[in-house]
């Protein structure tokens, strides 16, 4: 089968400054995808040029069998209606509450009523372990954790078969961390998603993700799984620094 994503060659810039110097990947449909990196070296540029907000100065990203960027304005929302995005903060709206905020893409891109959408809200803020006490509550009442998982709903509400994630751990305690993941491989089981995310979190790559791209001075230093890098990263002296996050990750060096 062909592959859900395909990146052929892509340069992007900002003005004179390269980020990505001919670069090129795949990701399978059902795969658990992660860009990685240090900081500054590219990756969200990159998940950003896979939902049509970053345009890439020269090659490809071919989406569901379509170049996405040569598409029209019409198909190009049709397109977008197909990747659900969680933002690093989650993103939400700071003046809708939990559940206009999950229903706040279903208003504007479906055909249902209000309470269609209101049902479809909460049954996905059940998904994501919210109950109906926080229905209610405004962004700034929610911990980091609660937000991200009400920005997951929000990614799910319209039916995604591509979930994007820009480092949906991160400023989680490491009981929420373990948690997320939890969840994100229980989406992906159940409605054979196919997710891409930027992560530094050992655990998660550890227990979620099935391949990953390391970005480093505008190319692709690895492309491969865990066990692999691990494997390189002794052999050829590939740094690990600065690439996962401290706080988690202990039980993964351990096993090794
Ligand atoms: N809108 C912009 N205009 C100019 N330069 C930018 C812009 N956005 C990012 N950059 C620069 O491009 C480079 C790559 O940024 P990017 O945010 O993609 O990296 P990153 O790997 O996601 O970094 P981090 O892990 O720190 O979030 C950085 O040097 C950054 O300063």
Not at 98 to 118: A, D, R, T
Not at 131 to 149: C, D, F, T
Not at 185 to 197: G, Q, S, Y
Not at 220 to 247: Q, W, Y
Request: charged share 25%; net charge negative.
């Amino acid at each position: 089968m062909k592959p859900i994503i395909q990146v052929k060659n892509l340069y992007t810039a900002y003005g004179k400054h390269i980020i990505h110097n001919n670069i090129s990947f795949e990701v399978e449909k059902g795969e658990i995808f992660a860009i990685l990196g240090g900081s500054g070296s590219g990756k969200s540029t990159l998940l950003r040029s896979m939902i049509l907000l970053n345009r890439p100065k020269a090659g490809k990203i071919e989406i569901f069998g379509e170049d996405i960027w040569s598409l029209k304005e019409d198909k190009k929302n049709m397109f977008l209606n197909r990747c659900g995005v969680l933002f690093q903060f989650g993103a939400l709206y700071s003046s809708l509450n939990v559940l206009e905020n999950v229903g706040i893409m279903l208003e504007e891109y479906s055909s249902y009523s209000k309470k269609e959408i209101q049902e479809v809200s909460k049954i996905w803020l059940e998904m994501v372990g919210l109950n109906k006490r926080v229905y209610q509550l405004y962004p700034y009442e929610l911990s980091g954790g609660m937000k991200k998982r009400v920005g997951l709903a929000r990614a799910m509400a319209i039916g995604p078969e591509i979930l994007f994630l820009d480092e949906p751990t991160s400023g989680l305690d490491p009981a929420s961390a373990g948690k997320f993941d939890e969840l994100i491989l229980k989406l992906k089981e159940m409605l054979n998603l196919t997710i891409v995310m930027i992560t530094h979190d050992l655990d998660s790559i550890a227990d979620t993700v099935d391949r990953f791209i390391l970005l480093k001075d505008g190319q692709i230093d690895f492309d491969g799984n865990l066990k692999e890098f691990v494997f390189e990263a002794r052999t050829e002296g590939l740094t690990e620094d600065n690439l996962f996050n401290s706080t988690r990750g202990e039980r993964f060096w351990k096993e090794i």
